[in-house]
């Protein structure tokens, strides 16, 4: 790829998920941040495809490069990482490929059919792991810092009012 | 501390649940955040099961009794900013521990419900250019893009005019098909240079449930089975609409090529 194709394909994907975002009714400072997102997704989408690998192999490392930033980004400004991640995975989403299945199906073109659809299930199942990998982990890292920050705090202040024991039996009574 | 009626925690935890799932949130955040508000509100063992179409709640108040109550969802969107407030919301009842107060609750509710979206313009200006952008993304040329513009902005003009209908969504995503094949092949009938499926694909992307492929397949990962098969068939019974509507523009570019 050349430094203008690259650039070309970082301005539409930019754009692209920018309009997602808005149509999601997502903040201003959200829709900036998600069509950052956007682009980074589709450019490491773009950077293994060319590289001759496997098409499925793209999408999963740019919807899991996605999911990692969301997920950053959903700790430091303390908002669900959705926010990020839908808009931020519309340009890798295999809209395209489940409509030409129907059509297949609609037309009886049934092999076209067929490898529509088995591309767009492909791709899907491709993207749902990578994000599924990545919030997995950020989930096991937010466990072990809250564990951390829970011990702390049971140390130095004893008057945090935890919630009450829902399996105790006295308060049955 | 005064006693929180078993009433008033079943409204409250269902309606922050229906929330979450109008607007687009994944369906286990749906179950937390019920669980945590009728924690919260003081409701014992408190446990909630969520799929694409209903909210149920069930739990044991102080005097051991059981209570459950479920809501079913017809309208379904993505709307970024009220996930934002309602995830705040469940946020602060988890970290608050027990609330005596459901009236405070209920207030947050009702504004994160009367919230305002974008302004119509602007709705259509994001996706006349949306079009423009896959279009271009999708390998086409500046003018495929142009006209995929024009296109975009019709449709999402006709979808806004419909969204105050009750149409049921097979028969939106229906007209929408045929809305775009129909311009996208009077175009192509024309001598310009343009790639006519191009086009057609940049304009469909704002209406094709890609999205919702993903999450349905993500909920089958996390073990929400019957949440994930449901979307699975929304998403098969919108492309199938949409194709079906797509015909309209061959059956009609076929009827004058015979006529000219």
Redesign the interface.
């Known amino acids: 790829m050349t430094l203008v194709q690259i650039f070309?394909?970082w301005l539409?994907?930019f754009?692209?998920s920018a309009?997602?975002?808005?149509?999601?009714?997502?903040?201003k400072r959200?829709i900036v941040l998600s069509a950052v997102l956007g682009s980074i997704g589709?450019i490491v989408y773009l950077a293994f495809k060319s590289s001759g690998g496997a098409e499925s192999i793209g999408y999963f490392a740019g919807a899991f490069s996605v999911a990692v930033f969301a997920e950053i980004l959903a700790i430091v400004l303390?908002?669900?990482a959705?926010?990020y991640l839908?808009?931020g995975?519309?340009?890798l989403?295999?809209?395209?490929g489940?409509?030409f299945?129907?059509?297949g199906?609609?037309?009886g073109e049934f092999s076209e059919a067929l490898s529509a659809g088995y591309g767009?299930l492909a791709t899907?199942?491709a993207?749902?792991?990578g994000?599924?990998i990545a919030s997995s982990t950020a989930r096991i890292v937010a466990i072990a810092v809250k564990g951390k920050q829970h011990k702390i705090m049971e140390e130095t202040d004893m008057s945090v009012?935890?919630?009450?024991d829902?399996?105790n039996p006295s308060?049955?009574q | 501390m005064t006693q929180i009626s078993s009433d008033d925690i079943q409204q409250i935890t269902v309606d922050a649940g229906a929330l979450v799932l109008e607007n687009g949130g994944e369906t286990y955040r749906s179950e937390d955040t019920v669980v945590h508000t009728a924690q919260s509100l003081g409701a014992k063992t408190p446990s909630s099961f969520v799929t694409p179409t209903v909210v149920m709640v069930s739990f044991r108040d102080d005097e051991g009794k059981h209570h459950s109550y479920f809501r079913r969802i017809y309208r379904r969107g993505i709307n970024l900013r009220k996930l934002v407030m309602i995830n705040n919301l469940s946020r602060a009842l988890e970290r608050r521990g027990r609330i005596s107060d459901p009236s405070l609750i209920e207030h947050r509710i009702v504004r994160i419900n009367n919230t305002p979206d974008y302004p119509d313009a602007v709705v259509v200006t994001a996706a006349a250019f949306n079009s423009f952008f896959f279009t271009l993304l999708f390998g086409g040329s500046f003018p495929d893009a142009l006209f995929s513009l024009g296109i975009g902005c019709i449709l999402r003009i006709i979808l806004l005019l419909l969204d105050k209908s009750t149409l049921n969504s097979f028969f939106i995503s229906l007209l929408s098909g045929s809305v775009i094949s129909i311009l996208a092949d009077c175009i192509g009938l024309t001598a310009l240079p343009v790639n006519t499926s191009v086009i057609m694909t940049g304009a469909l992307m704002q209406v094709v449930p890609g999205i919702a492929l993903v999450n349905s397949i993500r909920d089958i990962i996390a073990g929400d089975f019957m949440a994930g098969s449901s979307r699975l068939m929304d998403v098969l019974m919108t492309a199938l609409g949409l194709s079906v509507g797509s015909a309209a523009g061959v059956l009609l570019t076929g009827a004058i090529r015979g006529i000219l």
Do not use: K, Y
């Open positions: 070309e394909a539409w994907s754009g692209a309009c997602f975002a808005v149509f999601f009714n997502a903040e959200d589709w303390h908002r669900p959705t926010v839908i808009p995975i519309t340009p989403v295999p809209g395209g489940i409509f299945m129907m059509r199906v609609v037309r767009a899907a199942v993207i749902a792991l994000i599924a009012q935890l919630p009450e829902v399996d308060s049955l």
